[in-house]
């Protein structure tokens, strides 16, 4: 059993298959995923590089704190199949930690994913739709984001993203 307040099977089916595809053996939650790599970089405030191909626009709306949908134009190749992520964010949370190496500590966290979502997209036009469901509505007076990002259905490396905070 888990003391983790925000683990989730799925969750940790997706450090699994981080560790499986950076070569790891080690199953933890990295800081942040760049391109479908750790970036371990971001603690010294080091910034990461932009990339200078623009491979589209994305678009993502939205509603009724649960429903996300997504549209995606590729700028000159079409993919074959994509597949649309999206993940609720939290912040300014915490946690009294009574087991391990924190044992005794209240630990904050902030953008800790607490919803994750996905969902293959459909070819509309010169485009690609999607739309998922986050099943939590946030409340209250934490800050709360959204990530969105596209990716090959075969690969987990994002094509493009897009993300911001979300009003309480």
Not at 98 to 116: I, M, P, Q, S, T
């Amino acid at each position: 059993c888990s003391s983790d307040l925000f683990s989730k099977p799925q969750f940790t089916e997706r450090q699994r298959r981080y560790a499986a595809g950076w070569g790891g053996d080690s199953i933890y939650t990295p800081a942040f995923v760049l391109n479908g790599r750790e970036w371990r970089r971001w603690f010294g405030g080091s910034a990461w590089a932009t990339a200078s191909k623009k491979v589209g626009g994305l678009q993502v709306t939205f509603s009724n704190g649960t429903n996300l949908t997504a549209e995606f134009a590729p700028r000159n190749t079409q993919p074959r199949a994509l597949t649309l992520n999206a993940a609720l964010l939290g912040n300014d949370l915490q946690s009294d930690i009574a087991r391990g190496e924190n044992a005794g500590r209240k630990l904050r966290h902030d953008f800790v994913v607490l919803e994750f979502a996905k969902t293959k997209m459909l070819a509309e036009g010169n485009g690609w739709a999607g739309s998922v469901t986050l099943p939590r509505e946030f409340g209250g007076d934490k800050a709360t984001a959204l990530a969105a990002w596209v990716a090959a259905t075969e690969s987990s490396t994002p094509i493009q993203a897009t993300g911001g905070w979300l009003k309480p």
